[in-house]
């Protein structure tokens, strides 16, 4: 099985600039989570979605947000870029079964964006 | 206070060490906790999920210390091969009933011929 993937792998923008990433989830698996890590840190929490909605957020500013279409796949969208935006942007999926325990995350390969 | 401590390291032990990372989180009503490994420039993999009784996979073991509210995962006969960072997790329940993960900053470890 295919496990989860993004795309692009790299992309570098300039100050200001808008950029989208995209994420596919493995097959079956309904919620999707993304994650920022900048060098020297653990992966930070943005945004959780579930069944096409929103489902929990972190402490990010307005100008990242969030998507989940009818198959599952979902994009992260970051506007006015920053140069303090440049990091390594992770997708994890997970079965999200319904349980009162939290499954377990995959994470895809990541998409490295750097900001100049 | 973070909400996940970890040592960064970097631990840098010969083969066949054992070595020991521990991490500590702030919420007592985290639900799951998890290590992952994370290669260079690598998404981070599950390595084992943590039980309060304990649990272990080939020479690695996860221990949770719910009072003291700490993680501990001790590695046995260290390999050049688990030189990477090991990122601690500890879960957080959103009120809309799902969850986010919290990580840790990750303890390097090296492994050294």
């Known amino acids: 099985d295919a496990g989860v993937t993004q795309s692009p792998t790299h992309l570098i923008k300039t100050r200001g600039q808008h950029v989208t990433l995209r994420c596919s989830p493995i097959s079956g698996h309904k919620s999707v989570s993304w994650y920022q890590q900048v060098l020297g840190q653990g992966p930070q929490f943005i945004f959780q979605?579930?069944?096409?909605?929103?489902?929990g957020r972190g402490n990010f500013p307005d100008r990242f947000s969030a998507r989940q279409f009818p198959n599952y796949s979902s994009e992260l969208n970051v506007n006015a870029l920053l140069l303090g935006d440049s990091a390594l942007y992770l997708c994890?999926?997970?079965?999200?079964?319904?349980?009162?325990?939290?499954?377990?995350?995959?994470f895809g390969p990541g998409t490295r964006l750097t900001v100049l | 206070r973070k909400e996940v401590e970890q040592d960064p390291g970097p631990f840098n032990v010969p083969e066949g060490a054992t070595v020991a990372f521990n991490c500590t989180y702030s919420n007592s009503a985290s639900q799951s906790f998890f290590w992952y490994r994370q290669d260079c420039r690598k998404e981070p993999k599950l390595l084992m999920s943590?039980?309060?009784s304990g649990n272990e996979d080939g020479r690695f073991t996860a221990q949770l210390n719910r009072a003291s509210q700490y993680i501990s995962l001790l590695i046995r006969d260290s390999k050049l091969s688990d030189s990477a960072t090991y990122l601690c997790?500890?879960?957080?329940?959103?009120?809309?009933?799902?969850?986010?993960?919290?990580f840790g900053t990750g303890t390097r470890l090296k492994v050294l011929a």
């Open positions: 979605y579930y069944e096409k909605e929103e489902r």
């Open positions: 997790v500890v879960t957080s329940i959103f009120t809309s009933g799902t969850y986010k993960y919290i």
């Open positions: 943590v039980y309060s």
């Open positions: 994890a999926s997970s079965p999200l079964r319904g349980t009162a325990v939290p499954d377990t995350q995959y």
